[in-house]
């Protein structure tokens, strides 16, 4: 392709930008491999840092000695709202809940309808919103497949693939659980989702159903609490 000719030709970092919402690896009509010529950077909704314009390192200051002494509430921060809205600039724009549903709306359909396609070779699309929202309602806990195939009506061969497309178009991501043991860190995988507005919306949860607590509230929180942390 011509960016990697003018690459090889002028060893200049920084002269092209490539944007998208899926990881540029995976697309299989990129001619030539950038092996060597590119730096990857993956792009997560905002956090509260960057939403506050503050400095934030967060795993760097939990390990800190004077952290737990400049930890102080904030009166301003609203934990529900922020959960609802997400990270997208453009939801934490649209303060109206219809209005950022209806945003959430356009951007499942444009990426189901175009990226996701242009990634793959699944033909029933119609099924990945049924097993987005399902995967809403498990965020934050250990994931075990051959279950959600049956609940899903997925067979375990298509989910797969069907998974790995998901991760690949920045809509879910499997985190390796921590143990001493390598071999149970590959097989317990925990699935968050990378945008709590996002999950949120799937599940139809409001900011009263969030603020009612339970279980599942609360692994809303704690997806959004890692989220802070990737």
């Not at 497309?165 to 985190?175: A, E, G, I, Y």
Request: aromatic share 8%; glycine share 10%.
């Amino acid at each position: 392709m011509a960016i990697k000719k003018d690459v090889d030709r002028h060893r200049h970092p920084g002269r092209y930008i490539l944007t998208g919402s899926a990881d540029v690896l995976t697309v299989p009509r990129l001619a030539g491999s950038p092996a060597g010529r590119m730096e990857v950077l993956t792009l997560w909704p905002l956090s509260m840092g960057e939403i506050k314009g503050t400095t934030e390192n967060v795993v760097d200051g939990f390990f800190e000695e004077e952290f737990p002494q400049r930890c102080r509430p904030d009166p301003d921060f609203d934990l529900g709202a922020n959960v609802l809205a997400g990270g997208f600039q453009e939801t934490l724009q649209r303060k109206a809940p219809r209005r950022r549903g209806a945003w959430f709306e356009s951007y499942l359909t444009t990426i189901l309808g175009r990226d996701i396609r242009d990634l793959s070779k699944i033909l029933n699309l119609a099924a990945l919103p049924r097993l987005l929202a399902l995967l809403a309602g498990r965020i934050a806990s250990l994931q075990n497949q051959s279950e959600l195939s049956r609940a899903s009506g997925i067979p375990n061969a298509t989910l797969t693939r069907h998974m790995a497309v998901l991760q690949d178009t920045f809509l879910v991501r499997l985190l390796p659980a921590w143990s001493s043991s390598p071999g149970k860190r590959l097989v317990k995988t925990p699935m968050f989702m990378v945008d709590t507005g996002l999950a949120c919306h799937l599940m139809g949860m409001d900011l009263a159903g969030f603020l009612r607590g339970g279980e599942l509230a609360g692994r809303v929180f704690e997806n959004f609490v890692v989220l802070e942390l990737f």
